[in-house]
């Protein structure tokens, strides 16, 4: 199969892409200056140059705070740019898989949110990757619909790197004890997503390491698993305050992905002892 993904320079894809062209696929990744999915007619040009038999869309806007005063570019390119993919899906009937969030949710449920709960997004990023959603789900019938949390992996930015950072200058840091959610690595995401792909039953999924954690638990492990004495002092989100709202639990219950590709996701803790590890080999000379 031929597989077009966008977003080719991103964290996710970086994982994404190597795991497929293992498995025998064949990928084109253009420069995201290349294909800009932001662009209808350079996307019409790509896929009518290219004709890919899937599309894996991992571009897209992150910043979750910078989102609060660029809600115009994050809706721009979260869901405009998800409309294009859609109307060329549409048009030559390719399957899209497609990446959200789970803070299209408000964290107000006391359990782990569910494919079909209600969505109620409390941030201009959350509103963003919901009218992504929305197209997905209103213009195809064939997508793999992917909500994912937390992410972190070894070719991007993420809380692990920032929290190693501050650890090496710092004797104390804050952390936020009382928003919930999983942390995920994006090489377990990139395995699950190949191994939905390859059952070929759409819908809505989520995807992430299992065993819900706080941001300030999962720094606590990050510390104690690399050697760093730094002390983690727990906050409320009202104590540390963000220019973006975030969910107190963003929780994800997994049904049907276990049901479907056939096993559950490792555990937080696993996917950081491995990653930690994979870090470390990747740092030798």
């Known amino acids: 199969m031929k597989m077009l993904v966008t977003g080719s320079a991103g964290m996710l894809a970086k994982d994404l892409i190597p795991l497929l062209f293992k498995r025998g696929y064949e990928i084109l990744a253009p420069p995201e200056d290349k294909l800009d999915i932001t662009n209808l007619r350079v996307i019409k040009e790509a896929v009518h140059e290219l004709a890919p038999e899937l599309i894996i869309n991992c571009a897209a806007y992150t910043n979750v705070d910078e989102a609060e005063k660029q809600e115009h570019q994050a809706l721009t390119v979260n869901g405009l740019g998800v409309q294009n993919l859609c109307i060329l899906c549409q048009e030559h009937n390719i399957p899209l898989v497609h990446f959200s969030t789970d803070y299209v949710f ?80 994006t090489r377990h995401l990139a395995e699950a997503t ?61 049904f049907p992905l276990k049901e479907v590709i056939g096993r559950d996701m490792a555990s937080w803790k696993e996917a950081l002892v491995e990653y930690l590890s994979q870090r470390k080999e990747t740092a030798k000379p």
């Open 194 to 254: 190949v191994g939905l792909i390859e059952t070929g039953r759409y819908g809505v999924y989520h995807v992430t390491n299992s065993e819900p954690t706080t941001w300030f638990d999962f720094a606590r492990e990050i510390f104690l698993l690399s050697g760093i004495s730094t002390e983690v002092l727990p906050v409320t989100s009202e104590q540390f305050p963000r220019p973006a709202r975030r969910p107190a639990n963003s929780v994800l219950d997994h």
């Open 106 to 185: 408000d964290g107000t449920k006391p359990g782990p949110y569910t494919i079909y709960d209600r969505t109620n997004p409390l941030n201009a990023y959350g509103r963003s990757k919901l009218l992504g959603e929305k197209y997905v789900l209103w213009l195809l019938s064939k997508f793999y619909l992917i909500r994912t949390s937390w992410l972190f992996g070894l070719q991007g930015k993420n809380f692990i790197e920032t929290m190693l950072e501050l650890g090496q200058k710092q004797k104390q840091v804050s952390v936020v004890t009382d928003q919930r959610g999983c942390p995920t690595w």
